[in-house]
């Protein structure tokens, strides 16, 4: 295909795709009205199964099956990464060197750690009455962990991040979430039901299985991303390819035992 | 007053995304990026999106530009390259 075919190919579909969302755009409900259809029946569910966060009824009760198929897609994006950036043969592993950090920066990091680690457990527990759930309070608590990498050190990180662990609790939470659906079969329902009592309304037990399933993406998303920003620092921070340290120029044809020798103390521990 | 707020937020999310279309240094369209999450964070709210701000505050202005910076420092230490902090984004080796 030339490329004077493929502009008009190009034009004639970006022409059609805006003749349709044109009228798609002008059959839409006025924005910020009285009248949400939708909106007034999702309430109603959400009221009378006892959830006072709306999103998350909507998310994890009305539309959990949804809900499942976006945890699958981070779980398998995060073994997808995994698998890609796993050290491979020819690659060798290196201590990175201990960073002096300001004891300014150091002092707010610490200060912050707890307290940011706090704020994303109360999201997630919470999910069910107030803004947040599992996935906004497990990316903050995750995130929180690495105030760490900031504050001290990588091998401080390392210390506090068993990474096994995390790698089970990425997979345990997927599966958490499975067999509440699966219980609710069980239980002479449909899968993810909500089938629990409603407890309640507007407290921590409140909502039947909305915080249940918060509490397993809660714990399928701090695994998850602790994972995944692990696999990053690891190729950033430790991992070395084969002559990486080598210096000169011509240094992409040296063979791959020259790298432990070659020390020369390039900025390896420059922060990310 | 919110239509002010969300007419301020929505040319703040312009002015960042542009600037992280216009900057050439990957280093610093991560940088970009994270202030064009806060922006978007701060539209959110003042849509009355609380929960899809607080996922954009913690991916788009924290994880989002962390993964980028380590992809750029992984990709830019190649043999014979140095560290090459100050490199142009498009160099070919």
């Known amino acids: ?272 | 007053m919110t239509d002010v707020l969300i007419v301020v937020a929505l040319l703040l999310v312009a002015g960042a995304a542009t600037a992280a279309v216009l900057n050439r240094d990957p280093v610093r369209q991560a940088l970009v990026l994270s202030f064009l999450g806060l922006a978007l964070a701060l539209l959110f709210t003042f849509l009355q999106a609380p929960d899809v701000a607080l996922s954009q505050l913690a991916v788009g202005s924290a994880v989002t530009p962390l993964m980028i910076l380590l992809t750029v420092r992984k990709v830019r230490r190649r043999p014979g390259d140095g560290d090459g902090a100050d490199q142009r984004a498009g160099r070919e080796r």
């Open chain 1, 1 to 272: 295909m030339s490329a004077r075919v493929r502009l008009w190919v190009f034009l004639a579909g970006a022409a059609g795709f805006a003749v349709l969302f044109a009228v798609a755009c002008f059959g839409l409900p006025a924005f910020g009205t009285v009248h949400h259809p939708y909106g007034v029946r999702a309430v109603h569910a959400s009221l009378s199964h006892h959830t006072a966060n709306v999103i998350a009824s909507v998310n994890f009760d009305l539309r959990a099956f949804d809900t499942l198929g976006e945890e699958t897609i981070l779980f398998s994006a995060v073994l997808g990464t995994v698998v890609l950036l796993r050290q491979a043969r020819d690659e060798h592993r290196k201590d990175p060197e201990p960073a002096v950090v300001h004891p300014r920066v150091r002092r707010f990091a610490l200060l912050m750690l707890p307290l940011a680690l706090l704020v994303g457990l109360y999201v997630i527990a919470h999910g069910q009455v107030s803004p947040g759930g599992g996935f906004q309070g497990g990316v903050v608590a995750a995130t929180a962990l690495h105030l760490l990498y900031i504050a001290a050190d990588y091998r401080a990180l390392e210390r506090v991040r068993p990474l096994t662990l995390y790698e089970v609790g990425e997979a345990a939470g997927e599966a958490a979430y499975v067999i509440t659906g699966l219980a609710a079969v069980l239980a002479g329902s449909a899968f993810l039901a909500n089938v629990l009592p409603f407890g309640t309304f507007a407290t921590l037990s409140s909502g039947g299985t909305v915080p249940v399933l918060n509490a397993a993406v809660g714990l399928e998303v701090v695994s998850g991303v602790v994972v995944l920003l692990a696999r990053f620092l690891d190729q950033a921070v430790e991992i070395e390819e084969p002559g990486a340290d080598d210096g000169s120029p011509g240094g992409a044809g040296s063979g791959p035992d020259n790298g432990d020798d070659g020390d020369d103390g390039d900025d390896e521990r420059e922060r990310a």
